[in-house]
């Protein structure tokens, strides 16, 4: 974030405590464990002069893998 790595996204610095320490965001949590998820869909866009990321045609992904994620305490 010091280094401007974050490329203009001013919101990742939203809670940032919570982005360096587990016990912010969960109390009692010692470590964090990161996964890939692929949340690729075979819907393409309609004919249109809009480009659209692809990733943003299907639910937004933080929506599908808070529903279908649990978290063990």
Do not use: W
Request: aromatic share 16%; hydrophobic share 30%.
């Amino acid at each position: 974030m010091d280094n401007g790595f974050q490329a203009g996204m001013s919101y990742m610095d939203n809670h940032f405590d919570k982005r360096i320490s587990p016990e912010y965001l969960v109390p009692g949590a010692k470590s964090i464990i990161t996964f890939t998820y692929n949340y690729h869909t075979e819907q393409s866009l309609l004919n249109s002069s809009y480009k659209i990321s692809k990733y943003a045609y299907g639910r937004d992904y933080h929506k599908v893998i808070k529903r279908n994620s649990r978290v063990c305490i």
